[in-house]
Nanobody, 118 residues
Framework: EVQLVESGGGLVQSGGSLRLSCAAS????????MSWVRQAPGKGLERVSV????????GYADSVKGRFTISRDNAKNTLYLQMNSLKAEDTAVYYC???????????WGQGTQVTVSS
């Protein structure tokens, strides 16, 4: 059974940092690209970042470029998102998701809440 479990969310002041983790199990983690997707209150889903299976390629939404860093440890089956210089508009539920064909996702975690106070 594929499982993705996020952790590391919380309440932080504007300008602060958080590191999200996503523990993966039930599949060969190193074979898949992975992504962080967020949903702010009352808004749709936004892809924050994506990383290739071998960590050779990464991509970021313009809204987080230069502030967030995605990484993965294939030996630990874990995906990370380092978030620096957080802003109030980063407040959202953050999900990790497994990338399937193209930019589609086939499995999601339960999400972790990030709240940035201004």
């Amino acid at each position: 059974e594929v499982q993705l479990v996020e952790s590391g969310g919380g309440l932080v002041q504007s300008g602060g940092s958080l590191r999200l983790s996503c523990a993966a199990s039930g599949f060969t983690f190193s074979n898949y690209a992975m992504s962080w997707v967020r949903q702010a209150p009352g808004k749709g889903l936004e892809r924050v970042s994506v990383i290739s299976s071998g960590s050779g390629g990464t991509g970021y939404a313009d809204s987080v470029k230069g502030r967030f860093t995605i990484s993965r440890d294939n030996a630990k089956n874990t995906l990370y998102l380092q978030m620096n210089s957080l802003k109030a508009e980063d407040t959202a539920v953050y999900y990790c998701a497994r990338v399937t064909i193209g930019t589609a996702y086939d499995y999601w975690g339960q999400g972790t809440q990030v709240t940035v106070s201004s």
